[in-house]
């Protein structure tokens, strides 16, 4: 009995704990991969949602597919938001930006004019006149955003969809102070620049003296014009004579030409243009040129503004003998010379 009763100890003492045991272990797996479970089931819906959100967002905000644009124009391609008022039948409608650079007197108000006649461009004038806009890098950057978001209003802008938006910019309203800026500027937001000059420069020297002169002595009934829309007021501001200071006349056409010069190796790396006003008179197939450089349907374009100064140098200058004698053997010579109909 005593040896049985040993044995019994000794098995229950053995067998007890093995029954007990896998039971334990058993539970505390089992709740292991219950709580992994969840965690998984968490992470995963977690998951799902963000990506359907995603899913929406790209939905509501799918770009446009606009048909014909090639891949190079990409880049020059917009499809503005304005915050002043909503543009929703003309969301799909591409944009192209430009910016015509010029100097006074080079004809680019009348360029612009030619490009305002056309049913999808608002060329919104020189805006960079007010000397704030200019003041200092962040005002321009500023009211370029204004201008290219279709946010400045102008009597240039259209009642249909623009196909083509842009300002005249004159070189010496902050261009090339701040043309590293700028550059940067055209380049990141797919702005195309169209340069502007004057081949003949005694031409446009002779200009800006009499739009200078009128400006003080405002000849049409007091008021002062730069650009006259019809032959009788062009005929009145013809009349007046300006003095050409002889002396300073060939350092300022050098002077001319150096900026001019400087302005296109400023912005070499932009997508631009280069036309002369002579050649826009003389052949008017270069306004084709233009409307295919902005990539906009070709029209017929109009401006209702005259020239003032028409036919020889010799009737528009006071001291020709001079000019002449000064020019005479030099590279400036032909523009003695050169002349042209509009």
Request: proline letters at 4%.
């Amino acid at each position: 009995m005593a040896e049985d009763f040993s044995f019994f100890n000794k098995d229950s003492f053995i067998i007890k704990p093995t029954k007990k045991s896998p039971l334990v272990l058993r539970m505390v797996v089992l709740m292991f991969a219950m709580a992994c479970g969840v965690y998984i089931c968490l992470i995963c819906l977690k998951q799902i949602n963000t990506h359907s959100k995603f899913i929406s967002v790209q939905v509501i905000d799918r770009p446009c597919n606009a048909s014909g644009i090639e891949q190079w124009e990409i880049p020059y391609v917009h499809y503005p938001k304005p915050n002043t008022f909503s543009r929703d039948e003309c969301t799909c409608n591409p944009v192209r930006f430009f910016a015509i650079l010029s100097m006074q007197r080079s004809g680019s108000g009348w360029f612009e004019t030619l490009l305002n006649s056309h049913i999808n461009v608002s060329s919104n004038g020189e805006i960079f006149s007010v000397k704030q806009r200019r003041s200092n890098v962040s005002e321009i950057l500023k009211t370029l955003d204004t201008v290219y978001n279709l946010d400045w209003f102008s009597s240039a802008s259209k009642n249909g969809c623009s196909a083509a938006v842009g300002f005249k910019w004159m070189l010496n309203q902050g261009v090339m102070e701040h043309h590293q800026e700028i550059v940067e500027y055209f380049n990141r937001r797919g702005v195309s620049a169209i340069f502007l000059f004057r081949r003949n420069l005694l031409r446009r020297m002779i200009s800006v003296l009499a739009n200078s002169y009128d400006r003080d002595a405002k000849l049409l009934n007091g008021t002062h014009k730069s650009h006259v829309h019809s032959p009788h007021e062009a005929k009145i501001l013809a009349k007046f004579k300006p003095i050409i200071n002889s002396t300073l006349l060939i350092p300022n056409l050098k002077q001319v030409e150096a900026t001019t010069a400087k302005a296109l190796e400023y912005f070499k790396s932009t997508r631009h243009t280069i036309l002369y006003y002579e050649d826009i008179i003389n052949n008017r197939t270069k306004l084709m040129d233009v409307q295919e450089f902005l990539r906009i349907p070709p029209e017929e374009l109009k401006s209702r503004q005259v020239k003032i100064h028409k036919g020889s140098l010799s009737e528009q200058v006071e001291n020709w003998d001079d000019v002449h004698k000064t020019l005479k053997g030099t590279r400036y010579e032909s523009f003695l010379h050169a002349d042209y109909q509009m």
